[in-house]
């Protein structure tokens, strides 16, 4: 058997990056044991596998408390789904390529976990870090088709917002009632409707979300099947598939309510539970790799953490009651071997996480079993690159007629920081639309066929004809062909128009009964520890939030299991009004008796 020794100025030096077939011998089967780390104050050696945020953010708490960390990650650069990239054979004259991505990135206001540490990652110039490249949004656009008169809705916080102690069901009923108003074609009674379902939601206690409302679908819970289209289509459906790939049929009310509804726009607005002085949307003023990944991989690597890249995750080795090792290898199966660590936490996504965990891992703890009822479902980014500067609106497009739930954002307005054509590719492109597709199972409108038949030239023609049925209506014309200069697709999406499409980077969705298939951080394996926005936490979406707060829920259990006298990481929780604790306690006591909410009337 081989053994690979790394002496610890070598593995430390602050290369650029490890390739995983660089060094390793060759061997299969060889066994690559862990670099000492004698500036380590544990002592300890923690492999993380996966480089997205969860990775990511893992690797920064435990290499601040003075573990060796090293990050095996699939693709030949970090950041997961969030990472931005090349468009190959587009720069020019210096200039870089032009930016593609996964999909566009947003840091919502209540975002607070992700925000902490994006202030712990140095960025020239900024004294908050990275934090400090993160814009604005000030409205947000649901673009109608067929003659409906758009809706825009500012997103600035409060400017007065209420004492503590006014808010009361009645004033917030009056506040969605007066949101609902704006432009909408809603009848009254249902905005009654509507607005009265969300106060049940508000004050109902945890016991009840966590079981009955975990197990009613948003649909359901709003009664949209038996109301106007356009109460469906702006309350259910662009609430839910638009924003969060799910759809409003199956989605989970707790989820829905706590996250959407509530974080995100109603405590959002009034400025509560929210980062510092945040705006509702932000984005970042620079492509992301740019603005946050790659700043945060060189701080990383500042602090000794070790990155193995091209590295694919086989199998986690479970024996005696513990991991022992984890085989990993290149992509193509070549160069196998197996790494040790003292602590191991899996932040792979949960598609690729649980097919590296065996009979004997899963045994012994059975959290992991339940993990192959999460579902995922296809939310795949386009970028349109354009001739001329078309902002759209200064935040996010919700095209809410799209049969293909197709949102998106002008992105160059936000780059203040950049030259769109002085930087980018050729000097052609003047802004990019960033758009996604979260619908794949429904007729498009061009070719009459759903997105997971087109090919991917139909799919990029029909995102582009949805664009402009919504924003070209009503008189006016925001996009043309002629100011479309070229696009680019996820790569990994690939055999569109084939027998059996595939996507592998996939979005966690929350159907009902989601909450109950969720792992924790801390498994019932001592070395063993998860991290992904799969992972049970208290913001409870599939978001980068989550994702960075699974990490430290993961490091904390860790610092446990390690007797460690190192400070825990902080874990910020969604706000919780003091206002309707009152009443959450009286629902407590009426879901004990099996009593309906109180203003549960039907």
């Not at 069901?169 to 009265?196: C, K, N």
């Not at 995100?264 to 400025?271: A, F, H, R, V």
Request: include cysteine.
């Amino acid at each position: 058997m081989t053994t690979e020794h790394t002496e610890q100025s070598q593995e430390h030096s602050g290369r650029s990056r490890r390739r995983f077939l660089a060094g390793a011998g060759g061997a299969l089967g060889a066994v690559a044991l862990w670099p000492g780390s004698a500036s380590a104050a544990s002592g300890r050696h923690v492999a993380v596998l996966g480089g997205g945020v969860s990775g990511l953010s893992a690797a920064h708490e435990l290499a601040e408390r003075g573990y060796a960390v090293t990050v095996y990650e699939y693709y030949d650069v970090l950041g997961g789904k969030a990472r931005s990239m090349d468009v190959p054979g587009t720069a020019s004259g210096g200039r870089k390529p032009l930016p593609g991505e996964h999909g566009f990135r947003f840091f919502p206001g209540f975002y607070r976990n992700l925000p902490d540490t994006m202030r712990r990652i140095p960025f020239p110039g900024n004294a908050n870090g990275v934090h400090g490249n993160l814009r604005g949004g000030t409205e947000a656009l649901f673009a109608r088709a067929g003659g409906r008169p758009d809706l825009h809705f500012p997103l600035r916080r409060a400017t007065t917002p209420p004492a503590p102690g006014d808010i009361t069901p009645s004033w917030i009923r009056d506040q969605l009632l007066s949101v609902l108003d704006l432009g909408t074609r809603l009848p009254a009674h249902e905005a009654g409707y509507f607005a009265d379902r969300l106060l049940v939601h508000l004050t109902s206690c945890d016991a009840r979300r966590e079981d009955q409302w975990e197990k009613t679908s948003w649909w359901d819970f709003i009664r949209a099947e038996e109301m106007s289209t356009e109460y469906r289509t702006l309350l259910g459906i662009g609430q839910t598939r638009n924003l969060v790939a799910t759809r409003a049929e199956v989605a989970s009310t707790r989820t829905v309510g706590r996250v959407i509804i509530e974080a995100l726009l109603l405590w959002g607005l009034l400025g509560r539970g929210m980062d510092g002085d945040a705006d509702v949307d932000r984005v970042l003023n620079a492509p992301t790799s740019e603005a946050w990944i790659d700043p945060w991989a060189t701080h990383l690597r500042s602090l000794g953490v070790d990155f193995v890249t091209g590295a694919q995750v086989r199998e986690v080795v479970y024996e005696g009651g513990r991991v022992t090792g984890v085989r990993v290898s290149a992509p193509d199966g070549g160069n196998a071997r197996t790494i040790i660590a003292d602590h191991y936490v899996s932040a792979l996504p949960v598609e690729h996480a649980r097919r590296t965990w065996g009979p004997a891992l899963r045994a012994a703890d059975p959290q992991l079993a339940k993990c192959d009822a999460l579902r995922t479902d296809w939310m795949v980014g386009i970028q349109f690159y354009l001739r001329t500067p078309t902002p759209v609106v200064h935040g996010h497009i919700n095209c809410l007629d799209s049969p293909w739930s197709v949102t998106g954002i002008g992105q160059a307005q936000f780059w203040d920081v950049r030259d769109f054509s002085a930087d980018y590719g050729d000097g052609g492109a003047h802004d990019c639309l960033s758009a996604i597709v979260s619908e794949w199972d429904k007729p498009g409108i061009l070719y009459g066929k759903t997105a997971r038949e087109c090919t991917k030239e139909e799919i990029v023609a029909e995102t582009w004809a949805q664009l402009k049925d919504g924003l070209n209506d009503s008189g006016k014309t925001t996009l043309t062909d002629a100011d479309r200069l070229g696009w680019f697709m996820d790569p990994a999406v690939t055999g569109l128009g084939g027998p059996d499409p595939q996507n592998r980077e996939p979005l966690l969705i929350h159907p009902t009964g989601t909450l109950y298939n969720r792992p924790s951080a801390r498994t019932a394996v001592p070395n063993f520890f998860l991290a992904g926005d799969y992972v049970r936490t208290d913001v409870d979406l599939a978001t980068m939030e989550g994702a960075n707060e699974s990490a430290r829920r993961a490091v904390n259990a860790l610092l446990d299991a390690d007797n460690s006298d190192a400070e825990r990481c902080a874990i910020w929780e969604l706000y919780r009004p003091p206002e309707m604790e009152p009443l959450k306690r009286v629902d407590e006591l009426r879901y004990r008796l099996g009593l309906p909410n109180t203003f549960d009337l039907g």
